[in-house]
């Protein structure tokens, strides 16, 4: 009996082995199984709540999914294998879907797509006529705001100025008008983007037009400031001339020739600028050589005195000369006297004032030196000396008068466009 239960021990002991092995094995394929058997349906699942995937099937053996049909398009065939191998459990992905060539089919997606595209559009149609009821309102004021003339004609010193700030407010009111309809949309923010690709506009368009837009700017500066007035005598840069007018792009002067010149405000707003009619008061000055024998003292009170005796010179300020430098040929003079420019006419008073000096100069035995040596041919000839005048002639203003009669004609023929005002504030 002893044997028998001893045999029996050895044969259960190496059996045992084989059958947990065996046991083993038939537990870890019904569990492979069962895992395929749930990648396939949480497969199947997902296509489904996708939509689109409706010939695609699924097998799955031993993690490996298997993928097979068609769709639509590349791109969603393509997504497959991202989405399968995010399921837990699956070891490799075999895509063997590819894009149908049914013509329908692929069509379908695209009708869906406008179907569910007009019916936002039909939804969102209202909310969209009161936003762009609501901008209208709020540019229509703006604009009417715009068009009253008597608040703006009074803020700015000239039309172009007071066009400027109606073209602002409409910009305001517009601006105004799009944040509130984006607003009411639930779209603001698509202004940031809006404004950016303005910004980025403006400035790509203000370095194409760099001096246009200097140009622009000094033109409102200049009517601010007012540096001159029409029928004022300026130079700028150099150029001499009555002021005509003033327009947005460029100063337009009638030199004393009759010309016309035309200079662009931004050149005008950096350039020196020389005012003559600012005052009344004008002085003009030229220099004389007399001899190095004469008494400096007495000549120099004989010249200032006959020049303060002209009628048309100023008692205040009042003549004056001095001794400037020595020549070789002689002692050169400084004379100056003050006119009333609009009585006199500077470069006539300037001329008599000069002749007077000579006849006075000479009359007193002073000799007027002269540098050049000349030889005379003649014959035994007697002439008689010249006589000189010694009568004041006029040197009223009439030239200046007449080119600001030319002035004022011209500003009467076109009235279009002036920045300067009468009234203004002048600088």
């Not at 001794?323 to 008599?352: F, Y």
Request: charged share 20%; net charge negative; aromatic share 6%.
């Amino acid at each position: 009996m002893r044997c028998f239960v001893f045999l029996l021990s050895l044969i259960l002991a190496f059996s045992a082995p084989a059958m947990a092995q065996e046991a083993t094995g038939t537990i870890a394929t019904e569990n492979s199984t069962a895992q395929d058997a749930a990648i396939a349906i949480r497969m199947r699942d997902i296509l489904a709540a996708l939509g689109g995937y409706g010939d695609v099937t699924v097998m799955v053996n031993e993690g490996v999914v298997t993928l097979r049909g068609t769709t639509t398009s590349t791109t969603d065939a393509l997504a497959l294998d991202a989405l399968a191998a995010r399921i837990e459990g699956v070891v490799a992905v075999r895509n063997q879907v590819s894009e149908t060539t049914d013509l329908a089919e692929r069509l379908d997606p695209a009708l869906d797509r406008f179907r569910a595209r007009f019916d936002q559009f039909i939804l969102f149609l209202p909310l969209a006529l009161i936003a762009a009821t609501v901008f209208a309102v709020i540019v229509f004021i703006g604009f009417a705001i715009a068009r009253m003339r008597r608040p703006w004609e009074r803020l700015a010193p000239n039309q172009f100025i007071a066009e400027i700030y109606r073209q602002l407010v409409r910009i305001a009111f517009v601006i105004f008008g799009i944040v509130i309809a984006l607003d009411i949309l639930n779209a603001t923010a698509l202004l940031g983007t809006i404004l950016g690709a303005a910004g980025i506009i403006g400035l790509a368009l203000g370095f194409a037009v760099r001096d246009t837009v200097e140009n622009f700017i000094a033109s409102v500066m200049l009517s601010f400031r007012q540096p001159f007035r029409p029928n004022d005598t300026v130079e700028i840069n150099g150029d001499q001339g009555k002021v005509i007018r003033l327009t947005s792009r460029a100063t337009i002067l009638l030199s004393f020739d009759g010309n016309h010149i035309r200079i662009p405000n931004a050149t005008v707003f950096k350039s020196r600028i020389i005012n003559y009619s600012q005052n009344v008061e004008r002085r003009f000055k030229f220099s004389i050589v007399i001899d190095r024998d004469a008494d400096l003292q007495a000549t120099r009170n004989l010249v200032e005195n006959t020049v303060q005796a002209l009628p048309f010179i100023l008692t205040e300020p009042a003549a004056q000369t001095w001794i400037e430098n020595l020549h070789a040929a002689g002692v050169e003079l400084v004379v100056t006297g003050w006119i009333d420019q609009n009585e006199t006419s500077p470069v006539r008073a300037k001329g008599e004032a000069l002749r007077q000096v000579k006849l006075a100069i000479q009359g007193a035995g002073v000799s007027i030196p002269d540098a050049t040596q000349s030889i005379l041919l003649t014959r035994d000839i007697v002439r008689p000396d010249p006589v000189e005048s010694t009568k004041v002639d006029a040197v009223d203003a009439s030239e200046d008068a007449s080119l600001e009669r030319i002035v004022s004609a011209e500003r009467d023929m076109d009235m279009t466009e002036d920045l300067l005002r009468e009234d203004g504030l002048k600088e």
